[in-house]
């Protein structure tokens, strides 16, 4: 989630957002996982090395139901149960690239 660009149809205003201004706690374990993470993550900026995958995933589901073939819906993939454990799973992927 935390290297996913929008574009610009996808962005609204935030005051929109219900819940927006709302406060939450984050745990010192919490905040010390996403600074590791947002370090482990961060690199100069090139732009051409993203593309829409959504889009061009659903162009290839077009193309396929076009010429006639079955389409399959793969399983949910299931959210993690905390945010330390989103976090440590996130960091142990980045540090294994």
Do not use: C, F
């Amino acid at each position: 989630l935390l290297s996913q660009l929008h574009y610009v149809d996808e962005i609204r205003n935030p005051m929109e957002v219900p819940g927006w201004n709302q406060e939450i706690e984050v745990s010192e374990e919490e905040l010390e996982l996403a600074k590791q993470l947002l370090n482990a993550m961060k690199k100069p900026l090139k732009l051409e090395e993203y593309r829409d995958e959504y889009k061009e995933g659903l162009m290839r589901l077009i193309e396929a139901k076009l010429e006639g073939k079955e389409i399959t819906i793969a399983e949910e993939v299931k959210a993690a149960k905390s945010l330390v454990d989103a976090l440590k799973s996130s960091l142990e992927s980045v540090k294994g690239v």
